[in-house]
């Protein structure tokens, strides 16, 4: 018990519980509630990213054997395909792979189609180039073979995107309910009837990723070309050099060099093993590195080592050609001198 300043005993003011509350008119109030914490959904810039990777190279290879199993079903009437699918969401689950937001999404995104697209693209490229070396043509391309080459290019990119696509994915069409790119998501087929709607939706994905790569490269050409000559102006310089100290432009740049410094780690540790003092590698960054060394042309192999390994079967061409001619030579000179002393010792034993 307490006392006022006037000396009077007062009750001291009941310690707030659960139970309910009256107000000063007597009426019964519930207890305030106090606001929760949120939860943020997104773990990290680097998790997210990390996650995004891992989903995308779960998305390649369920990609492909869902048009593997779909020529199955296609062929056999079975239902293959839905095995590789449950299977591919089954392996994201099992490794907690779940990217959200703009990061794991866009690493998601730009792992299962981009960098297959543009690594293929560089590959026929690259073989172009090699066949070129090998006919003896060194001097620049004409413009119609610079649009082969280029009609090859997006040819190969549309058509690796189309093989990793998963069943689900969504094109522009899509988007606006219509098109010819619209994919077809019924529910409910089996056999024949789902494997064609699969392929066909793959085909359009296609189709619509080399259209897409098409535009983007006339439109980056066309946008080169006047950035090269706007750039030159004073107010173009200007203009540059704020845009590139911007703080979205450093906060973008930072976050390209760290993914790049958390990728040759990965790489690193992967071949090399962990440094001491190092945390020992995760299962997620172990398949990380695992898939993109497996994925990429060169593998583990430096760059300059991997671009002379692919371009040694067009340099040696010619010589093996001059190899095959001698030999055709020389094994018909060989032939005809047989003839010749199986002729002489033909006749010599007629006269005897």
Request: no cysteine; net charge neutral.
């Amino acid at each position: 018990m307490a006392t006022n300043r006037f000396g009077d005993t007062v009750s001291q003011p009941p310690t707030p519980t659960d139970a309910p509350l009256t107000n000063r008119f007597g009426d019964t109030v519930g207890q305030p509630v106090l606001p929760k914490e949120k939860v943020a959904e997104d773990e990290g810039v680097l998790q997210e990213f990390a996650e995004g990777v891992g989903s995308g190279l779960i998305g390649i290879g369920q990609g492909i054997g869902e048009l593997v199993a779909s020529g199955i079903d296609l062929v056999a009437d079975t239902d293959y395909a839905e095995s590789v699918t449950n299977a591919g969401e089954a392996t994201r689950d099992y490794l907690g792979l779940d990217p959200t937001g703009f990061v794991g999404k866009g690493a998601e995104i730009i792992t299962q189609f981009v960098i297959p697209g543009v690594g293929v693209a560089g590959a026929v490229s690259k073989a172009g180039k090699a066949a070129r070396l090998a006919r003896g043509a060194t001097g620049p391309m004409t413009r119609s073979q610079r649009f082969g080459q280029a009609a090859k290019e997006l040819a190969a990119a549309g058509a690796v995107d189309a093989a990793v696509a998963n069943d689900g994915t969504t094109t522009i069409g899509d988007f606006f309910d219509g098109g010819p790119t619209a994919t077809n998501q019924e529910l409910g087929l089996s056999g024949r009837e789902e494997a064609l709607r699969r392929l066909g939706n793959k085909f359009k994905v296609g189709t619509e990723a080399a259209l897409l790569g098409g535009v983007a490269q006339g439109v980056l050409s066309g946008l080169g070309v006047g950035a090269q000559k706007a750039a030159q102006t004073q107010t173009g310089q200007a203009v540059g050099r704020a845009v590139g100290e911007s703080q979205p432009v450093q906060a973008g740049k930072g976050l390209v060099n760290r993914t790049r410094e958390y990728l040759k780690n990965a790489e690193r540790r992967r071949v090399f093993g962990v440094n001491p003092g190092e945390a020992d590698m995760g299962r997620g960054e172990q398949f990380i590195a695992d898939a993109l060394g497996s994925l990429r042309y060169r593998s583990y192999l430096p760059e300059e080592m991997a671009t002379e390994r692919l371009l040694v079967q067009g340099k040696v061409q010619p010589y093996i050609k001059r190899a095959e001619v001698t030999l055709n030579k020389l094994e018909k000179n060989i032939d005809t001198a047989i003839g010749k002393m199986g002729k002489e010792v033909t006749a010599k034993s007629s006269v005897g």
